[in-house]
């Protein structure tokens, strides 16, 4: 009874037209007050979700330009929303352990945006972000798209990504390293969904 995982941030390159205002290179905070990430994972049986912590985080801006941006998930934060009582501390400890995503040696994940462009708005995403995951010390290119907010005061990307957990070497109950028809209804998923809204100021 097993889902899911998360992700987290480093760095940004390139190029978005929407102008944050300014000429000079700058840092804007991302705040872990206001800012939510959560996940959810299938298996055969159902699904599970919950939210996981920012433990920090920023966007570099130069000449009105996001050139940059930085997330840091504290993986031991990883929390169930959909199960209460011993199942949820049940779920959250088994998705601390080595089985998934191994929190006492990867105590953080990491997400790395290399490019931000601007695509015609669908579903009010409004533009196309590349970059880079890191969980358990892997690395995993990504591509989904996001909506991006600038006001006078504050800057909010948020979107979803849809990962796929084999590619973390996170193995439990997975296709991609045990025979599925062994498995029968314990299987779990191997693609769970990390669904973010980011604000910085």
Known sequence: MNPIFLSAA??????????????????????PATSTITWEGKKVTGSHNGDIQMQSGFLSTEKGLITGATVIIDMTSINTTDLEGGSKESLDGHLKSDDFFGT??????QFELTSL??????NGMNFAAQGTVTIKGRTVEVSFPVKLEIGDASTTISGEMVLDRSEFDVRFRSKSFFDASELGDKLIYDDFTIGFSLSAS
Request: net charge negative; no cysteine; hydrophobic share 40%.
């Open 10 to 31: 480093l760095l940004l390159t390139p190029l978005t037209t929407m102008s944050t205002g300014g000429d000079d290179a700058k840092r804007q905070v991302i705040d």
């Open 104 to 109: 006492a040696q990867f105590p953080t994940a």
């Open 117 to 122: 462009n601007p695509i015609r708005a669908e």
